[in-house]
């Protein structure tokens, strides 16, 4: 799981130590996520199954893709399809990841980058595997997290951000135990290169065998902390998690998480993916790849989608590894 690290945690900065009187967030539920497929037959774990919309406002969906190492002819992405209403994140852990949309915008990402689409008032696009993976086969692991829009800019144009993961701040803990990327929105004063509509914070954090995490959170964001691999606890009352679980926290100003001390030798760091944002409070009509405040607004999306008035699909191909991620 390579995504972004540093030869030496200790040279970055690190996060402040917490005064005794800090309230810790008290964990809400932890979900186990279901598998199923997406696209053209790729796994997925449905992290947010069985969790109320009202604890995930302003997200919507969460899939972890694989970890999948691919044989060669295996690899697979989607078709062309709709979205509009939302945005989708899509952070590529190991692998490769090409796009491309019908407003032109495009790129690959691969260890660590992350693709930004704002669908606003809807477009086409694809993602697949570039050709050479097709053939070679390998390993694939990423995240796709959408993210509502509020009503002002459900209709906004479209807009495609290319994240190179070199981007991303990066932090450790006091000790030096963890490492921080953050992507989007802030953690103890570091920002993330992702620009969001609504206040929101994303970060992937690496915790070491027995290392702890005490991160200050926003007390007007949500907190969603999911495992992508490793074992340990969430909360003042050390909740056990591990892979393909998802934690939900309550009010308070920090996180508390620790990795256990003996990892399996295949993940051998606890590895999270951390979620809050600032609640849109707005009723929300989800249908597919529409995500409206309406009946009338899905009705009116399926509509346009149909009569072509999202987009085309472009006659030039998928762009390859160029590195600069917005050409068609």
């Known amino acids: 799981m390579p995504a ?146 509020p009503r002002v800019a459900k209709m906004s144009a479209p807009r495609y951000q290319d994240i190179r993961g070199r981007e991303s701040a990066l932090l450790t803990t006091p000790d030096g135990g963890g490492l921080i990327r953050v992507i989007a929105g802030e953690v103890a004063g570091h920002q993330g290169p992702g620009s969001t509509h609504t206040p929101i914070t994303i970060a992937h954090v690496t915790l070491q065998p027995g290392a702890e995490l005490s991160l200050p959170w926003r007390s007007d964001f949500n907190a969603l902390v999911y495992v992508l691999a490793g074992r340990g606890t969430v909360g003042t009352d050390r909740r056990p998690i591990q892979l393909g679980q998802l934690a939900v926290h309550g009010p308070g100003e920090a996180l508390r998480i620790t990795a256990d001390r003996t990892q399996d030798s295949n993940a051998p760091a606890l590895e999270l993916y951390l979620m809050g944002g600032q609640p849109i409070r707005e009723p929300v009509a989800h249908y597919g790849p529409f995500v409206m405040n309406t009946r009338a607004e899905l009705i009116q999306a399926v509509e346009d989608f149909q009569a072509g008035r999202l987009g085309v699909i472009p006659t030039g191909r998928v762009p390859h590894s160029d590195g600069q991620g917005d050409r068609p």
Do not use: C
């Open 4 to 149: 972004i690290t540093v030869d030496d945690v200790l040279v970055l900065p690190r996060l402040p130590k917490l005064g005794e009187a800090t309230e810790y967030r008290a964990v809400r539920r932890v979900t186990t996520a279901p598998s199923g497929y997406e696209g053209e037959g790729f796994p997925v774990r449905r992290a947010f199954a069985g969790v109320p919309m009202t604890e995930l406002d302003p997200f919507i969906h969460l899939d972890q893709m694989g970890e999948v190492d691919y044989a060669p002819g295996e690899p697979k992405g989607t078709s062309w399809h709709p979205h509009r209403g939302f945005e989708t994140v899509t952070y590529m852990i190991d692998g490769i990841m090409d796009h491309q949309d019908s407003t032109g915008g495009g790129g690959t990402i691969t260890d660590g980058d992350t693709q930004w689409m704002t669908a606003g008032s809807g477009l086409l696009h694809i993602e697949a595997p570039p050709e050479h993976l097709v053939m070679s086969g390998g390993l694939f692991h990423g995240l796709q997290l959408w993210v509502n829009l």
